[in-house]
């Protein structure tokens, strides 16, 4: 699986050096020369190899960066791949250091890059104090003997169970295409200030929905995309705590799927991201923040039943019918009865796609006229999202009412769209209760400007208009519950938690400028016990913001 085969940590928090690694290992006295093992020779420290040119490739054996995944308060998952071209497993050393130096080392060991998963290396670090960032790299054998250590990476351990950290500060983004647009929301995001993770929502890749078959078939697009600079460096900068969406597997992918093509695009996930794959190709999962937060990351596409492509809702359309779902009974219920035993302040889920409603047309009017109309008819967007399975939203919904849970906070993606809503039960009466809240982020990269795509004939400035009109419109169908929609512009959402609110910040960035920075556009708070988001900022007109 990865997982290192033999490894060494510190955990007092006081270092060790590398000699004292290898002499852990079993290889002492060997000064600091190479460690060789199996006909591979681990390297002693090397500087890390300088960066290319956009558009090469490393020439390094560490093509694809490394990664370091979900933060546990003694460790995490740290991840790397080896390029090469033969059948054997190559031997990696592994070192996790308290400084950028590498002087101290918290800890260490020898792991496989094994044939059958890829030669990727997911190594499962624990020992390590918590609530505090370290430095990881690999070492192995580069091109024509030479010795090569990887990029440095950085970790974050969570903070320990039963503390009050004050703080929770993390981005969360989603869908990544490789067009005309440039990874430039993701050096923005590297540059942060202050995050102690970036969540990764899906359409991390891709793939062809004809042409992309085998798990060979799947790696391959991985490492066409983490051949983008700007995204390994985001991933050395910040931990990864990813999910998927169906760009990982095909457009529309649901449980009935090809069971051979859905394991095989399962098995690259897993050897692609820093996590261990616990059985199952299970990728739902939790961590805690102290007793500031419980983190539930969610799989809507494996478990769930076939999309309705009617998205006319006026009674037998499907939409609502009891049982469909979109979770799955079992993990319905790990995931209801992790929200009802958590004790944490908040409650955030990582929701690949949208919660809240998103009618274009809202026919609740015709009511008068058509009395046995369905709850909430109207006519929804075509985004397969939660719109498609009606009944089980609302059962999740009233059992956080009905269980007194609050301070729920979904953040969710694949929209390409910018959505911020309150969620109730029941959307069409705005006084029954508020359960939760959902902050929806829009695309890491265009696909493509929505402003050419749909309005290619109108003048830039006049399809933006126009777009921003649509927008309105669709929040007057969608009233009062939606509060915030951005159908124009890219970058990821900024989410900081404190025991007091959760205020999120939409970052903005043009994806067509090679040199764009982040900037904010809508702002929100939402307080702890509150049934309301709060509009801290939000535009007023085009280019201004109030």
């Known amino acids: 699986m990865g997982a290192a085969g033999r490894s060494v940590s510190d955990g007092s928090g006081g270092g060790m050096t590398r000699r004292e690694l290898l002499a852990a290992l079993g290889f002492g006295g060997l000064g600091v020369g190479a460690v060789v093992l199996g006909g591979c020779t681990i390297p002693p420290p090397a500087p890390e190899p300088p960066k290319p040119p956009p558009g090469r490739h490393d020439p390094d054996p560490f093509p694809d960066g490394v990664m370091a995944g979900d933060p546990a308060p003694d460790g995490t998952v740290i991840w790397t791949r080896v390029a090469t071209t033969g059948p054997a497993d190559v031997p990696v050393l592994w070192t996790v250091a308290e400084d950028a130096a590498f002087t101290s080392l918290a800890a260490g060991g020898l792991a496989l890059a094994a044939a059958g998963d890829g030669h990727t290396v997911r190594v499962a670090v624990d020992g390590l104090q918590p609530d505090r960032w370290y430095h990881y790299r690999f070492e192995a054998q580069g091109p024509g003997g030479t010795q090569v250590a990887s990029r440095a990476g950085r970790l974050r351990t969570a903070p320990a169970p039963g503390s009050s950290p004050d703080r929770l500060r993390y981005a969360f983004a989603s869908c990544q295409q490789i ?219 009233r059992f956080l009412v009905d269980n007194g849970i609050t301070d729920t906070i979904f953040t969710s993606g694949h929209t390409h769209v910018s959505l911020v809503s309150e969620l109730r039960p029941e959307p069409d009466r705005p006084r029954t209760p508020v359960a939760a809240f959902d902050f929806c982020t829009g695309s890491l990269t265009a696909d493509p400007d929505p402003r050419s795509a749909f309005l290619g004939d109108l003048p830039r400035p006049l399809a933006e208009e126009v777009l921003r009109a649509a927008e309105r419109w669709v929040l007057s169908q969608n009233s009062p519950y939606m509060r915030h929609m951005n159908l124009v512009d890219q970058g990821y959402t900024v989410v900081d938690v404190t025991p007091e609110a959760v205020e999120v910040t939409i970052r903005l960035v043009d994806t067509f400028d090679p040199d764009a920075e982040a900037f904010d556009g809508a702002r929100f708070r939402v307080a702890r016990g509150a049934s309301r988001i709060e509009v801290l900022r939000t535009p007023t007109r085009r280019g201004s913001f109030a």
């Open 179 to 397: 067009n005309d647009s440039w990874f430039v929301a993701h050096r923005a995001a590297a540059a942060e200030p202050d995050l102690d993770f970036f969540m990764h929502l899906g359409d991390y890749v891709y793939v062809s929905d004809t042409g992309t078959l085998t798990v060979d078939q799947y790696r391959e697009r991985y490492r066409r995309w983490r051949a983008q600079p700007m995204l390994r460096d985001l991933h050395a900068a910040l931990p990864c705590v990813a999910m998927w969406d169906d760009g990982e597997f095909y457009n529309g992918v649901d449980r009935t799927g090809p069971a051979d093509r859905l394991d095989g695009a399962k098995q690259a996930w897993f050897e692609s991201f820093p996590l261990i794959d616990p059985g199952g190709r299970r990728s739902h999962r939790r961590f805690g923040w102290g007793d500031l937060a419980d983190v539930t990351m969610i799989d809507v596409r494996s478990y769930r039943d076939p999309e309705i492509p009617d998205i006319v809702h006026l009674g037998g359309s499907g939409l609502d019918d009891p049982g469909r779902t979109t979770l799955g009974a079992d993990q319905y219920d790990w995931f209801t009865g992790g929200l009802a035993a958590s004790s944490a302040a908040w409650r955030l889920v990582g929701n690949p796609y949208n919660i809240n409603p998103w009618l274009l047309v809202n026919l609740e009017f015709l009511r008068a006229l058509r009395p046995d109309l369905p709850a909430n008819p109207g006519i929804y967007a075509p985004n397969e999202a939660w719109d498609d399975y009606m009944s089980e939203r609302r059962d999740l919904l």
